[in-house]
């Protein structure tokens, strides 16, 4: 491989499939603005001649960045422990900048643009962006408490630690939210599974492309995890990884999102990098706080983000428990379809909604294994809402994705008030939209009563909060990893009792709608049938 330069540049041997990721992404032309200023970063060294004032210039623009600026350099004058009011004062950013040195003020100048312009239209992207930028901001709060000489590198690490998991969900969207999905599903997602769907990782074209646009050795060295050796300074690195796994273990959407798993993670690094466990959590609000003015320019809300990430961690912990359980796990193949056929017969301990949702799945059952009957979505979307009606719910509405998947709007409703009901079902498949855009996100199934923990979860979601329902069901449609729709159905004054029986059974119900969308998918050769239910 070779730099941006030209020069052959030393590297680990890449996969065929990194590879062309590498030279793919190395050629782009229409690089998306944060990797044009990650590529500034690396051509630093040409930038040499610039003179102090024209950087004092650009930094001054940026309260933000002045302020970091001179934080640093206040934090690295005197001797550690010494009394403060003894240390000399830096005041301006010409000192700081004349103390800590030209390249080290200008990575930090860089580095600090780099995710301002972010891709909107991609919520994966946007939210491994805030992740990185949170992860920056704790490397630099974690290495002043520490005190290591050089917290701009810290944050520099920080930042670019995740690199080539940005780059492939920026330029691999759909195989990426693949990977996510089925991450999300595992118990213990561990680093390199990303693998089995890429044939790479994420480690390996992060570290060829920071070598390729010629960033500092050490962040490319930080990029691939600390196992205890490091080929250069151990406590940036150690730094950096402990930074990289707090922020997930926080905000990631792969995350065991537990309060226990976060004080272990912190314990264990406290005792690595001669902390205490109490220094290392106190490093959190002023994480958020260095960080709150570029997400503002970022322009994402912060307090929404962070219950947007918690919300979604909810219900991917949910999804972990169904899975593990086998809970609406239903592979209808068609040498299924007679086993379930055999399931769905009546039973006399059944409840009156038991055994209405039981004949309508039943119904539809038979209706497939009819090869003579014609694949009808409409007649299959009308008898889905009438068996949820007849079942005790009093709304409900077939909700259908535009085309592009940002969306998911009201197609087709059922009871009082649908027509308006459809109207106003809009909801964006991301964790910031709430609690019912996060389970739209990580394609999970919802059977909530509006009470309880559960009550205090989703009350404050603006779609619960419009319809103001007792209890509601929401049951996404997801053909080959996208995202068709969703069913959901709600009761305002109704209470319907909720049974393992009857949640199967919705589930069910909702798998013949999504088993009709493939066949007419199949049968025509179109993307899906959804926009013609």
């Given at each position: ?242 930074s990289a796994e707090v922020t997930r273990a926080q905000f990631g959407a792969v995350s065991s999102g537990s309060d226990e798993a976060l004080a272990a993670l912190r314990a264990d690094w406290a005792h690595r990098l001669s902390l205490s466990v109490q220094e290392i959590a106190d490093l959190q609000e002023a994480v958020m706080q260095e960080a709150g003015p570029t997400l503002r320019a970022m322009r994402v809300d912060v307090d929404t983000w962070v219950r947007g990430r918690r919300d979604l961690q ?220």
């Amino acid at each position: 491989m070779t730099g941006s330069d030209g020069d052959t540049m030393p590297h680990d041997s890449l996969s065929p499939e990194a590879e062309a990721f590498v030279r793919a992404v190395g050629a782009a032309s229409n690089l998306p603005m944060f990797v044009q200023n990650v590529r500034a970063i690396g051509q630093m060294a040409s930038n040499l001649d610039a003179r102090v004032a024209l950087l004092e210039k650009a930094i001054v623009q940026d309260v933000t960045l002045t302020a970091k600026v001179l934080k640093i350099a206040n934090a690295l004058t005197g001797s550690p422990g010494g009394d403060p009011s003894s240390r000399q004062q830096i005041t301006s950013v010409k000192q700081a900048i004349m103390l800590l040195g030209y390249d080290r003020v200008h990575y930090l100048s860089s580095a600090s643009s780099v995710f301002r312009q972010i891709e909107q239209d991609s919520p994966a992207v946007n939210d491994l962006l805030v992740e990185s930028l949170l992860t920056a901001n704790h490397g630099l709060q974690l290495s002043l408490a520490a005190g290591w000489a050089k917290p701009e590198l810290a944050y520099l690490c920080g930042l670019f630690r995740r690199l080539g998991e940005v780059l492939v969900a920026c330029y691999r969207p759909q195989q990426y939210l693949v990977w996510l999905e089925r991450s999300r599903s595992e118990q213990t997602p561990r680093e390199g599974d990303e693998a089995a769907v890429f044939a790479f990782t994420f480690e390996e074209v992060g570290v060829a492309l920071a070598r390729r646009w010629g960033m500092p050795p050490d962040v490319a060295r930080t990029m691939r995890p600390y196992r205890g050796v490091a080929d250069g300074d151990p406590t940036l690195h150690m730094i950096t990884q402990c930074s990289a796994e707090v922020t997930r273990a926080q905000f990631g959407a792969v995350s065991s999102g537990s309060d226990e798993a976060l004080a272990a993670l912190r314990a264990d690094w406290a005792h690595r990098l001669s902390l205490s466990v109490q220094e290392i959590a106190d490093l959190q609000e002023a994480v958020m706080q260095e960080a709150g003015p570029t997400l503002r320019a970022m322009r994402v809300d912060v307090d929404t983000w962070v219950r947007g990430r918690r919300d979604l961690q909810d219900v991917a912990r949910v999804r972990r428990e169904q899975h593990t359980t086998g809970a609406g796990d239903s592979d209808l193949e068609a040498e299924g379809l007679a086993r379930l056929g055999e399931e769905l017969m009546s039973r006399e301990d059944d409840t009156v909604t038991e055994a209405r949702l039981r004949a309508a799945v039943l119904a539809l059952v038979e209706r497939r294994q009819d090869t003579a009957a014609p694949n009808d979505v409409g007649l299959v979307t009308q008898a889905t809402l009438r068996a949820a009606h007849e079942a005790g719910f009093e709304r409900g509405v077939l909700a259908i994705s535009s085309e592009d998947f940002k969306f998911v709007r009201g197609r087709v409703g059922f009871g009082q008030g649908s027509t308006e009901l459809v109207r106003s079902f809009v909801a964006r498949p991301s964790a910031t939209f709430g609690p019912v855009g996060a389970a739209l996100q990580s394609r999970t199934d919802l059977f909530v009563q509006l009470t309880g923990a559960d009550g205090k979860l989703y009350g404050r979601d603006r779609l619960v909060r419009e319809f103001n329902p007792s209890q509601f069901v929401l049951l996404p449609l997801v053909l080959e990893d996208r995202l068709l729709g969703c069913l959901y159905f709600d009761s305002i004054h109704e209470s319907i009792e909720a049974t393992d029986t009857s949640r199967r059974l919705m589930q069910h119900l909702r798998d013949q709608l999504v088993a009709a969308f493939a066949r007419h998918r199949a049968s025509t050769g179109g993307p899906t049938a959804a926009n013609g239910a």
